[in-house]
């Protein structure tokens, strides 16, 4: 059949482009539909970042849109055709698979899906001027930045991922107030547990947040009773969501098997979607560590895994 790519790449975070490189240079022209709204932008979630101290080859640090045109440049550099786009409608049951964008329809052999998931936000008032300014929706990335190390940080969030980051928190700041809008933990037995004997973290039980606080950078918190109503500012240097993220999984849905939080299920070991010929890379599937690293990582083992398919199938020499 005329003009089917071996590969198409929906996403361009870094488990996109990483299956990208791999996939270009093993010479199977992946095309990539970049994304343009989906999960906010072309890129991914590290174009909204500003300092990246924890990938690797980068001792001094990167900014995080430059770390993104970096991967760009390489799948670029070894013939990654690519196009900023969404795709907007996928079908899985025919073959070659139809992805359509509102320019365009591109038959694949294969697909590896990189569109990530987009951090949950509150919405409060200030958020979009703090946002990168002292607000942040992963503790785990940029908690040990040195603008946030003894001073006092905030969590809000009441579920093992709000323990854990607030907890890995107390490492660099002064102290970490978790907040929580109910007067109990949603995280499991020995979270709750690991979080009231820290003698770092302190919860604000019945609270919400109400806004960020601070011109050019945050410097406290609004928060609100929701028993009492009482309002009061607190200063804190970080804040940090930890209420969950929402995989960009809409489009495939009816087709994919996906969980109840919307993630892509795998087969166990591999990066196999239920579709043979599908794979997922990257936060899409990874609840767990949703790291740049180890989407990259499962980016290449996806691209790794694709060309392993086609060659079976005999869709490639």
């Known amino acids: 059949m005329p003009n089917v790519k071996n590969i198409v790449i929906v996403g361009s975070g870094p488990a996109g482009h990483t299956a990208a490189i791999y996939a270009a240079r093993a010479n199977l022209n992946p095309f990539m539909f970049e994304g343009y709204t989906m999960g906010g932008s072309a890129g991914g979630q590290l174009t909204t970042t500003t300092d990246v101290e924890n990938y690797p080859g980068f001792p001094d640090g990167v900014n995080g849109p430059e770390l993104m045109q970096l991967f760009r440049k390489q799948s670029e550099r070894f013939g990654t055709e690519m196009v900023q786009e969404d795709v907007t409608a996928a079908d899985f049951s025919q073959r070659p698979f139809v992805l359509k964008s509102e320019n365009r329809e591109v038959r694949a052999h294969a697909v590896i ?73 949603r995280a499991s037995k020995i979270m709750q547990e ?78 196999e979607t239920n579709i043979d010929g599908v794979f997922a890379a990257g936060d899409v599937h990874d609840h767990k560590y949703r790291q740049a690293v180890t989407a990259a990582g499962t980016g290449c083992a ?14 490639i020499g």
């Open 302 to 315: 996806a691209s790794l895994e694709a060309e392993r398919w086609l060659a079976e199938k005999g869709l």
């Open 194 to 271: 690991r979080a009231i004997k820290n003698p770092k973290l302190e919860i604000i039980w019945d609270t919400v947040l109400e806004d960020a606080v601070g011109e050019d950078y945050l410097t406290g918190a609004r928060l609100k009773n929701v028993k009492t109503n009482a309002v009061r500012e607190m200063k804190v240097a970080g804040l940090f969501y930890a209420i969950g993220h929402t995989p960009n999984t809409l489009i495939f849905n009816g087709q994919l098997d996906i969980d109840a939080a919307g993630y892509i299920k795998l087969k166990l070991g591999t990066q």
């Open 113 to 185: 899906i990189s569109t990530g998931a987009t951090a949950k936000r509150m919405g409060v008032p200030n958020e979009e001027k703090m946002w990168n300014n002292g607000m942040s929706a992963c503790a785990v990335c940029d908690g040990a930045l040195p603008m946030f190390r003894n001073q006092p940080l905030m969590v809000i969030g009441g579920g093992d991922t709000a323990v854990e980051e607030a907890t890995y928190l107390t490492k660099f700041g002064s102290m970490v107030y978790m907040v929580h809008r109910r007067d109990q933990l």
